[in-house]
Structure formats: C-alpha cells, structure tokens
Nanobody, 125 residues
Framework: QVELVESGGGLVQAGDPLRLSCAAS????????MAWFRQRPGNEREFVAA????????WYGDSVKGRSTISRDSTRNMVHLQVDNFKPEDAAVYYC??????????????????WGQGTQVTVSS
C-alpha cells in the first residue's frame, strides 16, 4: 500500500519549466513503477512519464518527449517531474501514480493502482 501526494502546481509562465514533486509513503515504494499523468478538462488522462523502481529506465509521452524529465529519490521517497518550455496546451491537472508491479507495463491508466489527488497547473503568457 502506498499514498501519494503531489506538490508544485500553480501558475507557470509560458516558456518556463514546470517542476512537480510527489511524496510517497509506504514500505514497498522502492519496488513500484512511478508515473505522471495529466488531464485537461473534458479529456482522458494522458500519460506523461514513467520511471522504473531503480530509476534506470524512463519513458515519456509524445507530447513532452525531448523536453521532460522524470526522476526519483528512493532515500526521500520522492518522484519529480520537470517539463521544460511549458506551453499553454500543457496546462492540466497533473497526477502522480504508482504501479505495484516491478516493471513498466504501459501507459494505460488502469495499470496504475495508486493515485495522488492531483495538482492543478495553469499557464500564463
């Protein structure tokens, strides 16, 4: 069992980096694949990024590939997301998620059992 809490949401200037953090609690956190999703109003949740338990392998959604970084700190039980050159279309509610399997199963929402409450990120230009 794991509990996730996102932080860092708010207003981001277009062109600036978005930086989010996710604090995880649970004794098995180090064995979970961690991921970030986002959801714009009226849309399905979109895969943003994922990272393996050891942090050695990372995946990114097409919309942020090349300008995004996901990382994890097992000592602090934290997962981070950075999206560079924030764009208006990046504005969304961002969710931290965890898959109890020790491998990356895919980008589908249903694979991720544990979810944070989400943090709203808006853009200013």
């Amino acid at each position: 069992q794991v509990e996730l809490v996102e932080s860092g949401g708010g207003l981001v200037q277009a062109g600036d980096p978005l930086r989010l953090s996710c604090a995880a609690s649970g004794r098995t956190f180090s064995n979970y694949v961690m991921a970030w999703f986002r959801q714009r109003p009226g849309n399905e949740r979109e895969f943003v990024a994922a990272i393996t338990p050891g942090g050695s392998t990372r995946w990114y959604g097409d919309s942020v590939k090349g300008r995004s970084t996901i990382s994890r700190d097992s000592t602090r039980n934290m997962v981070h997301l950075q999206v560079d050159n924030f764009k208006p279309e990046d504005a969304a509610v961002y969710y931290c998620a965890a898959d109890q399997n020790g491998y990356f199963r895919g980008t589908y929402v249903r694979y991720y059992i544990y979810w944070g409450q989400g943090t709203q990120v808006t853009v200013s230009s």
